[in-house]
Nanobody
Framework: QVQLVESGGGLVQAGGSLRLSCAAS????????MAWYRQAPGKQRELVAGIANGGNTNYADSVKGRFTISRDDAKKTVYLQMNSLKPEDTAVYYC???????????????WGRGTQVTVSS
């Protein structure tokens, strides 16, 4: 199976920056798209940014120009650089990976447990 572990969350003042990391481990044949989602209290989980294994990226309109997603395939790690943070960015941030494990022909979706990001005003 695939395990995803996020790190880098914390408390930051508005205008500050944080860098989230998510490392994948386990029996992995390949990883396709990796992405960051977030869920604020009382709201649905939403896509923040995604990056394909070819490097193409997409972002939620609310974070364009402030957040940057990147990946290091050798380390099986995806990053989210968050700049100019706003109080409305406060949420639990989750990592997601679409991966193929040895012995199976299909892509499965794997989630991390999340890391809290709190932005104070």
């Amino acid at each position: 199976q695939v395990q995803l572990v996020e790190s880098g969350g914390g408390l930051v003042q508005a205008g500050g920056s944080l860098r989230l990391s998510c490392a994948a481990s386990g029996s992995i044949f390949s990883i396709n798209t990796m992405a960051w989602y977030r869920q604020a209290p009382g709201k649905q989980r939403e896509l923040v940014a995604g990056i394909a294994n070819g490097g193409n990226t997409n972002y939620a309109d609310s974070v364009k120009g402030r957040f940057t997603i990147s990946r290091d395939d050798a380390k099986k790690t995806v990053y989210l650089q968050m700049n100019s943070l706003k109080p409305e960015d406060t949420a639990v941030y989750y990592c997601k990976a679409d991966a193929v494990v040895p012995g199976t022909p299909t892509i499965a979706h794997y989630w991390g447990r999340g890391t809290q990001v709190t932005v104070s005003s």
